[in-house]
């Protein structure tokens, strides 16, 4: 006959097993979306225009002298000492640059009468 701690820990056993498992479950779950994710974002960072270049020279150390073709960059300076707000705004300023909200629009001309 079977008495209560032998019980007590044979269930304790079997659901500390399970908790493992599932816990273990988990981790290997989020921690392939984890590498899923990243790997996707270096595969469309690879696929993202880069400026042409000539490499002049090669110096000791890994180090390329490159001469590239001349491209445009959109910049803005922001007024903001907190990076969150600062890097926000320039976003979207260099955005509607990009997008077509630096050109005038049309107003209705009023004449007073």
């Not at 042409?52 to 002298?65: A, E, H, Q």
């Amino acid at each position: 006959m079977l008495d209560y701690q032998t019980t007590r820990t044979a269930i304790q056993s079997a659901s500390s097993g399970w908790i493992g498992k599932s816990i273990l479950a988990l981790f290997t779950i989020l921690g392939s979306f984890r590498y899923g994710v990243g790997l996707y974002a270096w595969r469309a960072a690879e696929r993202l225009e880069k400026p042409s270049f000539v490499s002049v020279k090669k110096l000791p150390g890994g180090v390329d002298l490159r001469r590239y073709d001349s491209y445009l960059i959109a910049e803005t300076t922001i007024p903001k000492e907190g990076f969150r707000e600062s890097t926000g705004d320039g976003f979207r300023a260099c955005a509607g640059y990009i997008f077509g909200k630096n050109k005038a629009s049309k107003q209705k001309r009023t004449a007073l009468q």
